[in-house]
């Protein structure tokens, strides 16, 4: 895969792929949701037989895996490298912000809920750039920056002391706005 070599190249190939693309991404968003329970489900499965003792769990784990694999065929039909397993984590990670995000909600603590929402919208876009062909694997490292691990995109490596890129006019927020007009669930 060809590196962007800056911010506008970026944008321009986030156009390009939103005018050559041949997916109906609001189902895949729809599919990648319930990709996102069935993960969450593998997960439930592997607590209740540890806090139960009971293997029945477990031995249910194998059949909810292959429907989780069966239904990320469908939109990662081939990949390089280890993006399968990094795109399982992003949405798994993505589905799990959600979820502390709602919970922090309902403890009436709005700041963090919504930190949290962003962050997992952000893990969700960076999801579909990778599987879109939008961004490589290279094209996101981690910074550290007070204390914290955060995504960047290349063109930030140039900064001293990098910001949140969802807070820049860099990479992650142009993917968050081309995912927004992109993949819509309510178009039928």
Partial sequence: ?????????????LDSAKKVNPKDLSSD?????????????EEHLMFSGAKTGKTEFYDLI?????????MMQKIIPSYEGEVWCISKHLLASSMRLFEVGTKALAAGN???????????????CIFWGLNM???????VKWVKTNNNIEKST???EEIEEPERISEKSGGLSKLK???KNAVNCCIE
């Fill in 177 to 179: 706005n081309w995912v």
């Fill in 1 to 13: 895969m060809e590196k962007i070599k800056n911010v506008k190249e970026f944008v321009e190939k």
């Fill in 154 to 156: 290349k063109e930030d």
């Fill in 62 to 70: 194998n059949e909810v895996r292959e429907q989780r694999k069966l």
């Fill in 110 to 124: 709005k700041k963090d809920a919504y930190d949290l929402f962003d962050r997992s919208y952000g893990l969700y």
């Fill in 29 to 41: 968003q729809d599919l990648t949701i319930g990709i996102m329970n069935l993960i969450s489900i």
């Fill in 133 to 139: 062909g939008i961004m490589g694997k290279s094209d």
